[in-house]
Nanobody, 126 residues
Framework: QVQLVESGGGLVQAGGSLRLSCAAS????????MGWFRQAPGEEREFVAA????????YYTDSLKGRFTISRDNAKNTVYLQMNSLKPEDTAVYYC???????????????????WGQGTQVTVSS
């Protein structure tokens, strides 16, 4: 069993930055692929980024490459999402998720993730 708790969301002006954190419980964290998804009001939950268990391989949705960076610290059982140059359209609830499936296998498919956090709200004002 893995429990995930996100933090770091909030209100920020367009052009600003935020760093989200996701703290995981469970001693097997280091073997899990970790992902970030987001869901805007009235929209489906969409893939943002994923990272391999070692941190050596990352995937991003194309539209966010260059602005968002996923990373992890296995010693702290934590995965991060650094978000720069934020835009109002980045407003959403951001969720972290974990799975045993290797990161290279369809990282964007939310149904392949086993555990989810409760989400953290990010609001970007114009």
């Amino acid at each position: 069993q893995v429990q995930l708790v996100e933090s770091g969301g909030g209100l920020v002006q367009a052009g600003g930055s935020l760093r989200l954190s996701c703290a995981a419980s469970g001693r097997t964290f280091t073997t899990y692929t970790m992902g970030w998804f987001r869901q805007a009001p009235g929209e489906e939950r969409e893939f943002v980024a994923a990272i391999s268990w070692s941190g050596g391989t990352t995937y991003y949705t194309d539209s966010l490459k260059g602005r968002f960076t996923i990373s992890r610290d296995n010693a702290k059982n934590t995965v991060y999402l650094q978000m720069n140059s934020l835009k109002p359209e980045d407003t959403a609830v951001y969720y972290c998720a974990s799975r045993k499936v290797p990161v290279s296998v369809a990282p964007q498919r939310r149904e392949t993730y086993d555990y989810w956090g409760q989400g953290t709200q990010v609001t970007v004002s114009s």
